[in-house]
Structures are given as C-alpha cells and as structure tokens.
C-alpha cells in the first residue's frame, strides 16, 4: 500500500507542476513519458529474465493462460452492459464499447470521439485513466482478497506496461509473464473491437 500511495503523490505532483508550469520548457514540450516507460520494462524484463523460475508459470497454465484475456474481454462487457442500465444517457452498445478500451485510454478515446463524438470520447478517457489509476493504487488489495490474477484482470491493457512494475512487485514476477501476455492480447484486441461494436452491433 506504501507504494501505491507513494505512486499517487507523484502523480499529484506531476499534474500540479505542469499546470503552474513549475518545470522548464523542454520537460513541458517534449513527451519523454514513453522513455520512462521504455525504462521500466526493460528493467522489469532483467528481473524476469534473471528469475530462473520466472517462465515456469507458462509451462503450468499452458493453455489456459489465454483464458485469461478471454476473461477479461468478457467481464469488461458484461459489467458495463449492466452498470450501462444506471445510466440512462448512455447506451449499453456505448457503455460496452467505453469499457471495451480495457484502460489503452489513448487509442480508443480516438475511435470512440471519431464515430459517436467528443461527449463518449471523454467519457471514454477519464473511464480507461481511471482503470489504470486505480489499478496502480489498488493492485496490492486485490492480489490480497481476489487472488494473484487480481491485478492483472483490473490493468486489462495496461498490465503489459504502466501497470506492470507494481503487478510484478504484488504478485511476483513468474507472474508478470502472464500480466504481459495478456495485456499484449488485450491491445491488439482494442482497434478491432471497438469499431465492431460501435458500428456493427
């Protein structure tokens, strides 16, 4: 929980030094976010690599492991077709095609804002940033009460990069392997599913 909180302050402060402008140009200008991303799997990549026990897990789940992201596509839908009945300005097909971003926020805010408009478009970036954050604050207490695949279920996309340091830290890394397959099954899902359901559903 330590970390989690600790993730949260630098968050906070990073939002407050871009908006009073706080920092020097070139860190406002320039996106170097992706290097830091960049930074972080390669060394999330050592300490797998460097775990001999690491890739174990695969040899275990086998082919389960896809059931994974299978789960994931599926309780993603069904809740937000549910909690969709709540909400009357929102449609199921729209609540459904929201939460078919599985937290890659930027990506699909982009389909969603170029075939139903800027208002789902929002609504669809403030819903995935919101899975990410609360899956870097919360990751911790769902591995605790929901298990080791807590986690990795509530990153969705995200579990593959942003969320993975502290999935691995809360988990272990034999089950980072997992966190990063489905979160790279998850991704290359989003600009197919989202589009299908928006449009054809």
């Known amino acids: 929980m330590k970390n989690s909180i600790i993730i949260l302050l630098m968050f906070i402060v990073g939002v407050v030094l871009g908006m009073y402008k706080f920092l020097p140009d070139f860190l406002i200008e320039n996106d170097f976010s992706k290097y830091s991303l960049y930074a972080l799997m390669f060394f999330v990549g050592i300490g797998i690599g460097a775990d ?3 890739l174990s897990i695969i040899r275990k789940t086998k082919i389960k492991i896809i059931l994974v992201p299978l789960c994931v596509i599926l309780g ?11 909400i009357s300005e929102i449609s199921i097909i729209e609540a459904m095609a ?37 899956t870097l604050l919360a990751t ?9 695949l807590g986690g990795i279920v509530s990153g ?38 989202v589009p299908f359901i928006l449009t054809f559903i």
């Open 140 to 148: 911790p207490f769902f591995v605790k009460y929901f298990g080791k």
């Open 98 to 134: 929201v939460a078919a971003g599985f937290g890659y926020y930027s990506l699909s805010s982009i389909f969603i804002t170029e075939i139903s408009g800027e208002t789902l478009g929002v609504i669809a970036l403030l819903s995935n940033i919101s899975r990410e954050i609360i």
């Open 76 to 86: 993603s839908l069904l809740g937000a077709a549910l909690i969709s009945f709540f």
């Open 156 to 193: 969705g996309a995200t579990s593959m990069d942003t969320c993975l340091p502290i999935i691995s830290e809360s988990t272990g890394k034999e089950w980072a392997i997992i966190a990063v397959f489905s979160g790279v099954v998850l991704t290359v899902i989003v600009p197919f599913l």
């Open 52 to 54: 001999s026990n690491a």
